[in-house]
C-alpha cells in the first residue's frame, strides 16, 4: 500500500514532534523542585508552572554549573538589580560568578527550600553546600564543609528571568570558607 507523500510528512512531524515533548518532559523532570511552593488561592497551576520553569531552569544552572541551563533561564538582555562590583551585567555576570565559585566548590549543590510564585515573580529561599575543596582568591581549600542560605527574587517576562535581585549569607560562607574568622 502506497502512503501519500502528505501522509507520510504528518506521520514523521507527529513522530519528531512526540520525541521533542518527550525531551522537553525529561528535562522538565530533571530540574530541581521546590520542597514548598506557595501561590495565591485562585493562582490557575499551569501558570504557576510556566511562570516557576525559568526559575527551576536557573536552579538547575546553579546545582549543576551547566550553563545551558543559565542560557534557557534568562533573558539576553538580563539585570541583576544589586550587581557586585566588577561583575558584568547580562548572563555573562552569573556565568562567571558560577565559573568562580565552583573553582573554590566543585562540588557545589543547590536545594531549593521553598518558592514563592506572585504574578510574575518567583521568590526563592535556596541553600547551597558543598566542600572548599579548590581555590579561592589564592587561598587552597582544605576540603571542609560550605552550607549557606540566599534568597532571589527574579521577575519574569517572556518565559525568561528578566530581573533578579538577590542576597546571599556571605558572612556564613566567609567564615566557613575561613576567610573571616569568628
Request: glycine fraction near 6%; charged fraction near 20%; include cysteine.
Amino acid at each position: 500500500m502506497r502512503v501519500p507523500k502528505i501522509g507520510m510528512m504528518i506521520g514523521i512531524f507527529c513522530m519528531l514532534t512526540t520525541t521533542c515533548l518527550v525531551v522537553i518532559a525529561e528535562n522538565v523532570d530533571q530540574l530541581p523542585e521546590p520542597k514548598v511552593t506557595t501561590a495565591s488561592a485562585n493562582s490557575d497551576p499551569r501558570v504557576i508552572e510556566t511562570t516557576l520553569l525559568p526559575a527551576r531552569r536557573y536552579y538547575a544552572f546553579w546545582n549543576t554549573g551547566d550553563e545551558n541551563y543559565a542560557r534557557q533561564a534568562l533573558s539576553p538582555d538580563f539585570v541583576d538589580l544589586d550587581l557586585p562590583d566588577g561583575r558584568p551585567q547580562e548572563p555573562t555576570g552569573p556565568l562567571l560568578a558560577s565559573q568562580y565559585f565552583r573553582a573554590a566548590a566543585p562540588d557545589l549543590s543547590l536545594s531549593v527550600e521553598r518558592a514563592w510564585v506572585i504574578d510574575n515573580q518567583v521568590i526563592s529561599h535556596l541553600h547551597f553546600s558543598g566542600h572548599f575543596s579548590g581555590s579561592l582568591g589564592g587561598r587552597k581549600g582544605d576540603g571542609r564543609a560550605i552550607n549557606f542560605d540566599a534568597v532571589d527574587i527574579y521577575t519574569i517576562k517572556n518565559d525568561r528571568i528578566a530581573t533578579n535581585w538577590h542576597l546571599e549569607d556571605n558572612l556564613t560562607l566567609m567564615k566557613q570558607l575561613g576567610v573571616i574568622t569568628p
